[in-house]
């Protein structure tokens, strides 16, 4: 069965300093990676995926995420945060034949000026 | 822009009532699905489609039924709406194969008094 863990419920950052969100996975095939972001009020918005190839991918707004296959983890990055983007952050994968993307329970991004 | 549309932004409903809500994409995508999310849960499938008429159960069916009469038109049904199921409903849409991302509604709170 698949699964996704974001270990964390929130994550404090202070704006200009860099931020990591964590997200592992459990999956029987070739894993489909993703980020997504929620804003308040608001549907969830991609922001970046993995497929293949080079472990680091980018993606919107500044956004990376690194892909470890021996840890199954794919973590979100960004070199230097900034305030607008405190939102929740949801990691999903998707059993690279099938139809269904799990979702893990998300993690609250707060960032300080 | 492409667009998935969730006809209701805020509904409240009383117990036993029947309630219909209704999801339309304009991305000629083959699946979609009827997520709702919960704080510290995350987002959890309820049904999910991947053609006209077809429908697939997701991880939490109970007390959810779906139609599917057209390509972009995807509705989920609460029988008979209890406390419960108050929580917010999230529709998207995605495409039948392959590693694209899912695109989402704005979503619907329900509220069941």
């Known amino acids: 069965a698949q699964s996704v863990a974001q270990p964390e419920d929130q994550v404090n950052v202070a704006e200009g300093n860099p931020l990591t969100v964590k997200c592992t996975y459990s999956v029987s095939g070739n894993p489909y990676l993703f980020w997504y972001v929620q804003y308040p009020n608001r549907g969830l918005q991609f922001l970046l995926k993995?497929?293949?190839?080079?472990?680091l991918v980018k993606g919107s707004y500044g956004f990376e995420a690194e892909f470890n296959k021996s840890q199954t983890s794919f973590h979100l990055k960004k070199p230097s945060a900034l305030v607008s983007d405190s939102a929740l952050y949801f990691c999903?994968?998707?059993?690279?034949?099938?139809?269904?993307?799990?979702f893990g329970a998300g993690t609250r991004l707060f960032v300080k000026a | 822009d492409v667009k998935v549309t969730q006809s209701s932004r805020y509904l409240v409903k009383r117990t036993g009532e029947k309630v219909f809500l209704e999801c339309v994409q304009d991305?000629?995508?083959?699946?979609m699905f009827w997520y709702r999310q919960d704080p510290g849960l995350g987002l959890r499938l309820i049904y999910f489609s991947y053609d006209v008429k077809m429908k697939e159960k997701g991880d939490i069916p109970e007390g959810y039924s779906v139609s599917r009469e057209k390509k972009e038109r995807f509705s989920l049904i609460l029988e008979s709406a209890s406390t419960n199921q108050t929580s917010m409903y999230l529709c998207?849409?995605?495409?039948?194969?392959?590693?694209?991302?899912?695109?989402f509604g704005n979503g619907t709170r329900l509220t069941v008094t």
């Open positions: 993995y497929i293949t190839g080079d472990n």
């Open positions: 999903a994968v998707r059993d690279g034949g099938g139809f269904k993307t799990i």
């Open positions: 998207a849409s995605g495409a039948l194969r392959g590693a694209t991302p899912l695109h």
């Open positions: 991305m000629d995508h083959e699946n």
